[in-house]
T-cell receptor, first 112, second 118 residues
């Protein structure tokens, strides 16, 4: 059964801290791993990772994939209160129907 | 491009009534739409996959007679929560996959509908 597990489930930090969010997965036919940020409404796309060891970067956010160990991390440096959100990791399911398998999400709270 | 809308954005209804939520792809045709449910501070739980012109495929544990899904056109899918109860109160999000997409991950999320059943 396809599975995505995120850790930690919640995290409270202060502005300026660096955080690392984890995502491990089990899927029969791996194609990609996606990271989303969700504030009050719909998830917004952050990164798609398909190859091991290649860092994707966008401003203070970066992410990397390890296909051997079946995990990905999302790093946020110099956190700001606007980074407070739920961060979701997902992989397309094995059945190729377009279905995404989401992890439980990590709720990040950044305090001033 | 690739905008998905949902209507209404929030709704309050009385226990026992039915509520319909619409999901529209505004600038592309979506052969597949997905309906998710999300409880506070939790992840998205896929309820069903809806393909245009055919019956929806429900995830295990989701009652198809309670959550009626119709995908009558390439730009519209509806979710009807029938005989709603307070435990159905949740945030419902749809996503739409472009018909031309060859990428398994490509789907665009609507802004969600918050349902409160009193």
């Amino acid at each position: 059964e396809d599975k995505v597990v995120q850790s930690p489930l919640s995290l409270v930090v202060h502005e300026g801290d660096t955080v690392t969010l984890n995502c491990s997965y089990e899927v029969t036919n791996f194609r990609s791993l996606l990271w989303y940020k969700q504030e009050k409404k719909a998830p917004t796309f952050l990164f798609m990772l398909t190859s091991s060891g290649i860092e994707k970067k966008s401003g203070r956010l970066s992410s990397i994939l390890d296909k051997k160990e079946l995990f990905s991390i999302l790093n946020i440096t110099a956190t700001q209160t606007g980074d407070s959100a739920i961060y979701l990791c997902a992989v397309p399911g094995s059945s190729n129907t377009g279905k995404l398998i989401f992890g439980q999400g990590t709720t990040l709270q950044v305090k001033p | 491009g690739a905008v998905v809308s949902q209507h209404p954005s929030w709704v309050i209804c009385k226990s026992g009534t039915s509520v319909k939520i619409e999901c529209r792809s505004l600038d592309f045709q979506a052969t597949t739409m997905f309906w998710y449910r999300q409880f506070p501070k939790q992840s998205l739980m896929l309820m069903a996959t809806s393909n245009e012109g055919s019956k929806a495929t429900y995830e295990q544990g989701v009652e198809k007679d309670k959550f009626l899904i119709n995908h009558a056109s390439l730009t519209l899918s509806t979710l009807t929560v029938t005989s709603a109860h307070p435990e159905d109160s949740s945030f419902y999000i749809c996503s739409a996959r472009p018909g031309t997409s060859g990428r398994a991950y490509e789907q665009y999320f609507g802004p969600g509908t918050r349902l409160t059943v009193t």
